[in-house]
């Protein structure tokens, strides 16, 4: 099973790309064969195959090499004595050049403040002999910044607050940065240290004790003189993401009048508790917040204590991008090559972010900081991407063979990395979550053309608190892409998930050697691995799915043309799943990972193996399966029983679960183990001690004489997860390794019947999860007998009742208290079913 799909994979990428196929095939054997002297010299054909792949400092005999400097003279001649000031000089300089040497474009230590973004078309590519170099002379000290110094002369105004006149007034000043901090707008609610949502809440907070409905609906918009201009930031009902606002005017009742709110593909109210305004003067009340006035061009700020405005640098935004490496599919940017820089001062772009992905929660701008568009083999290597405001790396429909090694990305505004491809190649394409017509889908598997990107890889990067402007985004995100590879990164302190997979389209993807924790730590219903299947064969309603795969067992595979491979890394979710495979994702090998909290979610998907994964104080979440799903679960160390939810709406109750649910290893009771076997589950799995070698440290290595290796379970490396390059490894930080739980006891739910339903609380948030639900209350039905009045009467299994004549529905007992006492003959019940509002008039007396 596990060594069918390397080989394919080299074999593939041998056709399209000889060099690359040899050092995959290097990364492959690794797993594959322990033999030391093997691995060596595979190590030693691939480097010397790799050339200044790499070694990109390599002394080659035909190298032109320009000097760059921020105080350079674009009169001089570009040598090390004599650099230039402007890339567009560097650039003339090179023009006859380009494929007939390596050129290396050097900047000297200091800060570039771009006067636009520079730009690299497929006219300035390189060759894979002659590639082009933009290198820091020394890494780090080269600063690429979008914006712009400003040379203030600051007066106190009054209550600790200074101002300044700004005598550059083509700048917008929408970001701020002060000695090389980004500092926030004046703003209510003010920023709360060890607040995460909009770094002001928590999650556990849903009751402000000054309701942040104040700022728009009552009296604290009455103090704002003209909040035109202001921005408002709101989390969605349900925490899945976030939207945003601009404000217009105040109208003449003190109400807002905003445009925006498009910018989650699921749209919603805002949340009732967790939301905040920036850019309002009157706001402006703690150290470290500032304001601009845009008519008097005067820059007002409140200094934090001990700083000194005199000696103090101050840096505005000005450039959304700042380099773009622009070509296309018949005219890529070839092998251009990235090195050793900071990039700093991009603006913000929230407010752009419009385009759907697909039926995903997600909405994107195309854009970012670095920008890569038509590329072949181009990188970026060790850099440092600093408070930006938007994307870090976007890399946007045609791309092969990008590398991006050795980065460190933190405080973004948004996304860290992201792979987008274009959705007109997409087949029967649907923009939004809901149903599919069957009878009109194309039915040919795979994409219709190759602008999207692919055989790309993501190596040994740090990528850390992104986000900080736009929660539905992610460190790494991956969209209409295939064969993306992301290996030995550290990904933490994230509002969503840590890797999100959009949708199925069109897979292949290998994510290996990774150390991702801290997640979904602003948000809710997510892992810290997050994917969505909502692909052509996808339907939300599970019976139609399942029935249109029965007649045609082909359909889970027209976007996924290859399994995705989840492999070796080490995860921890606290507010959610550790690996979330929701809706529909499948096709999916997930084996030898460390899951340190959440557990594993499955829901709604098809042909997915989890094989020797280690799952500490938890298990496998079956939310929503088909009946013919072909699901493997086995030769895993669980520590409790399955937790199922909605499994009766596709099955019936004998219905056999999966493929293979069996052979695995449980620290806990024979109750748990055995808790499912009238679903044809874990017939011969067995319980015990695992006898871990060093849990307290997460070494979870089993010894020899472990009952869990009879179950065929195989030790793996506990060690090397995330980066290993000493440069980031000693800046990252580590996931906090739990109390191991061992013979847990499985708990016995108790549930009330109401005329042939099974009903009880929702309590958690995988229940949430399972009916798509916005909060811990309501009444979900877990079981209806068909023949039952109430199934007769329109409900059904799974659904949640949310009302009662009008009335919010929270509990079992207060709802059947409310039933017994009513006098009609019958109620109205409002549920939540497929993520959607219905009614049903229930006759009690039939």
């Not at 006035?293 to 101050?314: E, F, H, M, R």
């Not at 460190?408 to 190649?425: C, R, T």
Request: glycine fraction near 6%; proline fraction near 4%; charged fraction near 20%.
């Amino acid at each position: 099973m596990y060594l069918c799909e390397p080989v394919v994979n080299i074999l593939s990428r041998l056709l399209l790309c000889p060099q690359k196929a040899t050092l995959y095939f290097y990364l492959e054997a690794t797993r594959l064969i322990n033999k030391k002297i093997i691995l060596l010299l595979l190590f030693v054909f691939s480097a010397q195959i790799y050339g200044y792949a790499m070694n990109s400092s390599k002394e080659v005999k035909d190298t032109l090499k320009i000097y760059l400097s921020p105080t350079g003279n674009d009169s001089s001649a570009g040598t090390t004595n004599k650099p230039v000031l402007t890339i567009e000089k560097a650039h003339q300089l090179a023009s006859s050049y380009y494929k007939k040497k390596v050129i290396q474009f050097i900047f000297k230590d200091g800060v570039y403040y771009l006067p636009s973004t520079i730009n690299v078309a497929a006219s300035q590519s390189g060759s894979r002999d002659f590639p082009v170099f933009y290198k820091a002379e020394n890494i780090g000290q080269a600063i690429i910044s979008g914006g712009t110094l400003l040379n203030l002369k600051w007066e106190k105004w009054k209550n600790g607050i200074f101002r300044a006149k700004n005598n550059q007034p083509n700048v917008h000043l929408d970001q701020l940065y002060v000695n090389g901090k980004r500092q926030p707008m004046a703003r209510y609610p003010n920023i709360v240290l060890n607040k995460n949502v909009f770094d002001c809440w928590d999650l556990s907070n849903n009751h402000a004790v000054d309701s942040i409905t104040d700022f728009i609906y009552s009296h604290r918009a009455k103090r704002w003189k003209n909040p035109k201009g202001a921005y408002v930031h709101a989390m969605h009902s349900a925490l899945w993401g976030d939207m945003h606002w601009i404000v217009l005017k105040k109208d003449k009742n003190d109400q807002l009048v905003m445009q925006g709110g498009w910018q989650n593909n699921r749209p919603s109210p805002m949340h009732p508790v967790f939301r905040m305004i920036e850019n309002v003067f009157e706001e402006l009340d703690q150290p470290g917040e500032w304001y601009y006035d845009n008519q008097d061009q005067v820059i007002y700020y409140y200094p934090l204590k001990g700083q000194n405005l005199s000696k103090a640098t101050v840096e505005a935004v000005r450039l959304k991008h700042l380099v773009v490496l622009s070509g296309t599919q018949s005219a890529p940017v070839k092998d251009v090559h990235w090195e050793g820089f900071v990039f700093k001062h991009s603006a913000r772009t929230f407010m752009e972010n419009k385009e759907p992905l697909l039926r995903s929660d997600w909405t994107i701008y195309r854009g970012g900081s670095f920008n890569l568009r038509g590329t072949e083999h181009c990188s970026v290597r060790e850099c440092e991407f600093d408070q930006v405001g938007g994307n870090a790396i976007m890399v946007d429909s045609y791309n092969r063979y990008v590398s991006i090694y050795g980065c460190n990305i933190h405080e973004s505004g948004a996304n860290g990395i992201a792979f987008v491809g274009d959705p007109s190649e997409v087949k029967s394409p649907l923009f939004r979550y809901g149903p599919q017509n069957y009878d009109n889908i194309d039915m040919t598997p795979g994409t219709r053309g190759e602008n999207h990107p692919a055989y790309c890889d993501v190596q040994q990067c740090l990528i850390t608190q992104t986000g900080r402007v736009e929660k539905q985004t992610s460190p790494i995100e991956i969209s209409m892409s295939y064969r993306i590879r992301i290996s030995h990164c550290s990904i933490f302190d994230v509002p969503r998930a840590g890797i999100n997979i959009s949708e199925g389209t069109y897979g292949g993807h290998i994510i290996e050697d990774c150390d991702v924790f801290n997640t979904v730590l602003e948000t809710s219903d997510h892992g810290s691995f997050n994917s969505w299947g909502r692909d052509r064969f996808w339907t939300n309603d599970c019976k139609t799915t399942s029935q249109q795969v029965s007649k045609n067992p082909n359909l889970p595979y027209l976007d996924m043309c290859s399994p995705t491979i989840i492999r070796h890394n080490r995860w921890r979710c606290d507010h959610g799943w550790d690996i979330d495979l929701d809706d529909g994702s499948s096709f999916y090998r997930i084996y030898d990972n460390i899951l340190l909290n959440g557990g594993l979610k499955l829901r709604e998907g098809f042909d997915r193996i989890a094989t020797n994964n280690i799952i500490i104080n938890n298990s496998v979440h079956l939310h929503v399966w088909y009946a013919n799903s072909n699901d493997i679960i086995s030769q895993n160390i669980l520590f409790d029983a399955y937790k199922p939810i909605g499994m009766n709406v596709c099955m019936s109750a004998s219905d056999k679960w999966g493929k293979i649910i069996d052979s695995n290893f449980y620290i806990s009771d024979d109750n748990s183990r055995l808790y499912y076997k009238r679903h044809g589950c874990d017939l011969n799995s067995i319980s015990g001690d695992p006898k871990f070698k060093d849990e307290q440290n997460g070494d979870y290595t089993v010894n020899e004489s472990s009952q869990a290796l009879q179950v065929g379970f195989r030790n793996f490396d506990m060690h090397n997860f995330g980066v290993t390059l000493a440069r980031l490894k000693k800046i990252s930080k580590s996931p906090v390794f739990p109390e191991v739980l061992k013979q847990k006891k499985i708990r016995t739910i108790k549930k009330k019947q109401w005329l042939g339903a099974f009903l009880k609380d929702i309590t958690t948030i995988a229940e949430m999860s399972a009916v798509g639900w916005k909060e811990q209350s309501g009444v979900l039905i877990t079981d209806l007998a068909v023949h039952s009045t109430l199934y007769k009467q329109g409900l059904r299994a799974n659904d949640l009742i949310i009302s009662l004549n009008k009335t919010p529905v929270t509990r079992v007992f207060s709802f059947l208290d409310s039933i017994h006492q009513e006098s009609e003959q019958s109620v109205v019940l409002k549920v939540w079913r497929n993520q959607q509002e219905m009614s049903l008039k229930i006759n009690l007396n039939q």
